[in-house]
């Protein structure tokens, strides 16, 4: 298996999955406030993950499909 079927395979599970991929991004931008502050640029990139997994709820989830 190569970079790009592993790729594939995640995104393929994440868009069946998005409640837990939602759930693992959260978790993980906790911890990153907890571990660096810079709260902001957290959130910002916290955003942008969500946008790219569709797992935001504000999010249609076609745009990146």
Not at 31 to 38: C, T
Not at 42 to 53: E, F, N, P
Request: glycine letters at 10%; hydrophobic letters at 25%; charged letters at 40%.
């Amino acid at each position: 298996m190569n970079l790009d079927d592993l790729k594939n395979k995640a995104s393929e599970l994440m868009g069946k999955h998005d409640d837990k991929a939602d759930g693992v991004i959260e978790r993980g931008s906790d911890i990153a406030k907890d571990r660096f502050g810079h709260d902001e640029q957290v959130d910002s990139a916290t955003q942008q993950l969500k946008d790219r997994t569709g797992s935001d709820e504000s999010n249609t989830g076609n745009e990146n499909r």
